[in-house]
């Protein structure tokens, strides 16, 4: 009987984990509708969920070159 135990205790454990995992990647919280295709959305405030309070080029630069390692030059858009 106590291997049967463990194997029930190790199914519902499995079921578990995989409803856990399927809605944790199911919601790309940082998207907006219609965005959630891939693991990343298109740049720019129209691929955003919610609409940031600013928005100016150097913000889009930056949002258009994630994730290179390096942001885009200050100086580019003064």
Known sequence: MGLLHIAAAGAIGYVLYRYIQKE??????????G????PVRNAGPEGMRSDPPQWDEIDQAS????????????????
């Open 24 to 33: 944790k990647h199911s919601d790309h919280v940082a998207f907006a509708a």
């Open 63 to 78: 949002d258009a070159s994630f994730p290179a390692s390096d942001p885009p030059a200050a100086g580019k858009f003064t």
């Open 35 to 38: 965005e959630g295709s891939g």
